[in-house]
Antibody, heavy 114, light 110 residues
Framework: EVQLVQSGGGLVQPGGSLRLSCAVS????????MHWVRQAPGKGLVWVSR????????SYADSVKGRFTISRDNAKNTLYLQMNSLKGEDTAVYYC???????WGQGTLVTVSS | QSALTQPASVSGSPGQSITISCTGT?????????VSWYQQHPGKVPKLMIY???NRPSGVSNRFSGSKSGNTASLTISGLQAEDEADYYC??????????FGGGTKVTVL
């Protein structure tokens, strides 16, 4: 069974940092591109970032470029999103997703507030 | 990276068919056959309904179908049911090697 289990969300002050994790099981992790997608409260889905199966290729939405870093550890079957210089507008539920994405994590809330 | 354009809301009676449009540009929807559609019920994780414009994942009802013409993709729900009431999002691969979502469409079953 394909599973994506997220952790690492929470409350952080503006300008602060947070790292999200997405631990996967049930499939060959290194064979899939992985994504991060976010959804602000009451708003729509917004694509954030993606990374290739071997980690050699990444891309970002303009709104997070230079502040967020996507990475993966294929030995640990885990995807990461390092978020720095956080702003209020980064407040959202963050989802990790596999491939299309077809399978999604359960989502984790990041709240940026003083 | 402008969001794809979707109607804010679409409604229909049980048993009817409805179509949700998703308009982009030649740099995203029109340039690639990598359009996907998601269904999201309130408080729930998005569910993939259509991928690569026309393909349905295993387990998704055949009442859901996708198509594309030029820069506009469409999701059609036939035989509308109460359980289809949800938000629907389209997504496309882009020439910038990114993905982009539409603003979402709220489907109401009258």
């Amino acid at each position: 069974e394909v599973q994506l289990v997220q952790s690492g969300g929470g409350l952080v002050q503006p300008g602060g940092s947070l790292r999200l994790s997405c631990a996967v099981s049930g499939f060959t992790f290194s064979s899939f591109w992985m994504h991060w997608v976010r959804q602000a409260p009451g708003k729509g889905l917004v694509w954030v970032s993606r990374i290739s199966g071997d980690g050699s290729s990444t891309s970002y939405a303009d709104s997070v470029k230079g502040r967020f870093t996507i990475s993966r550890d294929n030995a640990k079957n885990t995807l990461y999103l390092q978020m720095n210089s956080l702003k209020g507008e980064d407040t959202a539920v963050y989802y990790c997703g596999r491939g299309v994405p077809d399978y999604w994590g359960q989502g984790t809330l990041v709240t940026v507030s003083s | 990276q402008s969001a794809l354009t979707q109607p804010a809301s679409v409604s229909g009676s049980p048993g009817q068919s409805i179509t949700i449009s998703c308009t982009g540009t030649s740099s995203d929807v029109g340039g690639y056959n990598y359009v996907s559609w998601y269904q999201q019920h309130p408080g729930k994780v998005p569910k993939l309904m259509i991928y690569d414009v026309i393909n349905r994942p295993s387990g998704v009802s055949n009442r859901f179908s996708g198509s594309k013409s030029g820069n506009t993709a469409s999701l059609t729900i036939s035989g509308l049911q109460a359980e289809d009431e949800a938000d629907y999002y389209c997504s496309s691969y882009t020439s910038s090697l990114t993905r982009v979502f539409g603003g979402g469409t709220k489907v109401t079953v009258l």
